[in-house]
């Protein structure tokens, strides 16, 4: 009688242990479960990430973009070299000094060859400089020059020239003619500045 009760009181407490722990089991199921759910619910919720247009980092969609039909890089310019700012120099110089020199009037009292003494070699500044003074004319004249282009003609370490392309206008007592002309300046470098040697203008 005493063994079936201890037997009896053992199975009550087997039991109660058992259904105890199909509880937490059942427990720990759902709650896995749930979180599983709420993991998959967010998924779908969340927008996916998509790599930039033309990454290579996602697969092709839509809306992507071939690399082809971007935009190009747009690299920084390179610098000039100290040769190709000497040369600009150079070109510039021969601008300056074909419109000042043919730039004038039978009035402005020869300031047209004063305004270019710098700029010349010594040689063909003798030979402007002669030319001031010279007579007048009786009717007035005035050349108004401006040059439209310049570019490099021939280059050395201390030699160029410049060819020069320049429109005229010349008013002779109120009757106005304009005419392109090309024209062609020589340089040497003397002392490490560039002078104007020579100029010519082609007929």
């Known amino acids: 009688m005493l063994f079936k009760k201890t037997m009896s009181l053992r199975a009550k407490i087997f039991i109660v ?14 709650l896995l479960i749930r979180s599983k759910k709420q993991a998959a619910s967010s998924a779908v919720e969340t927008p996916p990430v998509t790599a930039p247009l033309g990454s290579t980092e996602a697969g092709p969609s839509a809306n992507s973009i071939p690399l082809s039909n971007q935009l190009p890089t747009v690299s ?6 100290p040769v190709e700012v000497e040369q600009q120099g150079v070109a510039n110089l021969a601008r300056v000094f074909m419109e000042r020199y043919n730039t004038y009037s039978s009035d402005n009292n020869w300031q047209n060859i004063k305004e270019v003494e710098h700029l ?4 063909l500044w003798k030979r402007l400089r002669a030319r001031i003074g010279s007579g007048r004319s009786a ?8 040059v439209l282009s310049v570019r490099l003609g021939a280059w050395q370490e201390a030699a160029a ?24 300046v020589a340089f040497v470098k003397s002392g490490g500045t560039w002078l104007v040697e020579s100029f010519t203008w082609e007929k």
Do not use: K
Not at 19 to 30: R, W
Not at 76 to 81: D, K, L, Q, S, V
Not at 139 to 146: I, L, P
Not at 162 to 179: C, F, K, P, S
């Open 120 to 123: 010349v070699t010594p040689e």
């Open 139 to 146: 009717t007035f004249m005035g050349v108004t020059t401006q």
């Open 76 to 81: 920084a310019p390179r610098p000039p070299n």
């Open 17 to 30: 242990v058992s259904i105890i722990i199909l509880l937490i089991l059942g427990i720990s199921i759902g």
């Open 161 to 184: 020239t410049v060819i020069v392309q320049a429109l005229r206008l010349t008013d002779t007592n109120g009757q106005q003619t304009r005419e392109q002309q090309t024209g062609t």
